[in-house]
Structures are given as structure tokens and as C-alpha cells.
């Protein structure tokens, strides 16, 4: 969505928030707006208020990211257990 939002110009908060209750999965991951890198996820990522604030826990979150080992899949994991509780 980062992407898309940067390339057409729109906001994406205002479009989650137009669509929230259509969303049936989220696929997880960073870029840098321009390009789709599957980076990995941070404890910064613009999504974390968002998904706070609209996703209910029966979506499912699917970690898309690229080139990483067991012990960055848990890391990843973990970012994404503290990134849902914050507030």
C-alpha cells in the first residue's frame, strides 16, 4: 500500500480507513514507498497505528519478507506481537 499510496498520491490511512471493514487478510512488510523490497518490519512502521486502530484479531497477518533465517522470522514475529500491543 505504501507504494501505491506514494505513486498515485493518496493517503493511506484515509483509505484504510475507507475500506477497514473489507480487509480479510494484511501481508506485512516495509519498503521505501517507491519500490515493493519485502524488507523487513520495524518497531517504526507507519502501519502499527493503523492496524491498532481498524484490524480486529480475526484478520489474519501474513509476514512478507524477504531473505531472512529462522532466528529474523522470530524476530519478525516478535516485532509483530509488541508492534499490535503499543499504544
Known amino acids: 500500500l505504501k507504494v501505491t499510496a506514494t505513486t498515485l498520491q493518496f493517503s ?11 480487509i480479510f487478510a494484511i501481508h506485512l ?14 518497531h517504526v512502521a507507519w502501519f ?3 492496524l491498532r ?4 484479531s480475526q484478520v489474519p497477518l501474513i509476514l512478507e519478507c524477504w531473505n531472512m533465517n529462522i532466528e ?5 514475529k516478535d516485532i509483530i506481537k509488541t508492534g499490535l500491543r503499543r499504544s
Open 12 to 22: 493511506k490511512d484515509e483509505f484504510i480507513a475507507l475500506i477497514a471493514t473489507n
Open 29 to 42: 512488510s516495509d519498503n521505501n514507498g517507491i519500490q515493493d523490497e519485502h524488507g523487513h518490519i520495524s
Open 48 to 50: 502499527w497505528p493503523v
Open 53 to 56: 486502530s481498524y484490524i480486529t
Open 72 to 76: 529474523q522470522i522470530q524476530l519478525q
